[in-house]
Structures are given as C-alpha cells and as structure tokens.
C-alpha cells in the first residue's frame, strides 16, 4: 500500500519534485508492500527509473529513504520556542503546537487512521534499522530546543536548558507513540483525539510544574 501524496507520518511539502519524489515514493511504496529489510537499493532504483548513483546523490542511505520524512521537522519544537507569541512562555507554546498538531490530524502526533499513514506506522514498528536511524533525528532535535530554550531563559543556564530539553522531546515521543499504538490496536482518529488532547495537557501541566524558568514568559 502507498502512503498518499501529502499523507506520509510526517509531510514534506517544500520537498522538492522529480526524482527526489520519485524514488521516495517508489522506495515506500516496495517497503510497505515487503517489508524494509526485503527491498534492495537497486530494486528501488529500478522502481524510481534512476541509476545506483542517482539514488545515493539524493539519499546517502537506504534508512534515509524513510527518515527523510523526520529530518526537515527535527527543529520544529524549536521553532514553535522562538516564534512564541509575545508574553507567551517556551513550554506553552510547545504545548500550543502539540495541540494543533493534533487537532489538524497530524500524522506525526499519532492522532491520523489513514489507511497509508497506518501501513506507514506499521512499517517503522517492525523495522529496527529504522527505529535505530531515528535516534539522530530526535538528537538533532533536542539540541536544537535546547538552543532555542537557553536563548529564552539564560538565566536557567544551559545545562537546565538541555535537561527540560530531553524532558519535552520524550514526552512528545511518548505522547505521539501512545495514540499511534491506539490506531494500530484499532481505534479511529475520532476515538483517539479526546484522549490524546487530555494526556498532552495532563504532560504539559506536569512540565510546567517541574520546568518553572520555562513556564514563565521571558521578561
């Protein structure tokens, strides 16, 4: 089963067309019909009609194939921290975003029963090698927060910064996972969505409570 044009776990719409699309989609596509550790680079670059050395100019490795669909959100929760609203603290805004995110269906928070987006779930459940490759996006992710946080509140000094850092990208990891393993239990979107906006509030409201600097507005 293909993940739909603008429906993969986590969409890329400044992606750029061409190839890059082409061999992304013909690599999912073979993956999720498969399995990841059953499909050859060469057979994905034969699906895509491109060369070997084509495929690697875009994509320097086979997990990169998938975890693209990570890399271009790893400084997303840090984005959401410096472009708060004015008189807005940096775990409320973080909260902010999880909250639209859900409320738009995002594939990425867990809360999206598409039958593409589920196959898509399945695929990185099953798969190790790409379970592993995504420890550098959620690294690459912490440091960039933890920049964006310490610029917030210097204050708190930057060892503070990196602890409340990891605290927020586990609990987002934690939070998405939860509802992701609900649909892949069975439960729909609409069945999932009330509780996963409890648990991010109920995640919030504890980071906030154990994250003072950061739960206040920058002065």
């Not at 993969?8 to 498969?34: H, K, M, N």
């Not at 409320?92 to 990425?108: C, K, M, Q, S, Y």
């Not at 409340?164 to 996972?177: D, F, K, S």
């Amino acid at each position: 089963m293909v993940v739909p044009s603008g429906s993969p776990i986590v969409a890329t719409p400044a992606a750029p067309s061409g190839p890059w699309t082409a061999i992304s989609e013909a690599a999912i596509a073979l993956f999720l019909e498969r399995g990841y550790d059953d499909v050859s680079v060469a057979e994905i670059a034969d699906a895509a009609e491109v060369s070997k050395r084509t495929l690697f100019a875009y994509f320097p490795t086979k997990d990169a194939l998938v975890l693209h669909r990570f890399a271009d959100h790893a400084d997303d929760t840090a984005v959401a921290v410096r472009e708060r609203a004015p008189g807005e603290s940096p775990l409320a805004a973080l909260r902010r975003r999880r909250l639209a995110a859900i409320d738009r269906r995002d594939p990425a928070a867990g809360v999206n029963d598409h039958p593409g987006v589920v196959a898509f779930y399945r695929l990185l459940e099953a798969t190790p090698a790409l379970l592993a490759g995504m420890v550098a996006y959620t690294q690459a992710s912490e440091a960039a927060l933890t920049t964006a946080l310490h610029d917030a509140a210097p204050e708190a000094g930057p060892t503070v910064a990196a602890v409340v850092a990891a605290q927020v990208v586990v609990t987002e990891r934690v939070l998405g996972e939860t509802s992701q393993r609900r649909i892949l239990a069975g439960a729909s979107t609409e069945d999932v969505v009330p509780t996963a906006i409890a648990e991010t509030q109920q995640a919030y409201d504890l980071l906030e409570g154990g994250c003072a600097p950061f739960a206040r507005p920058s002065s």
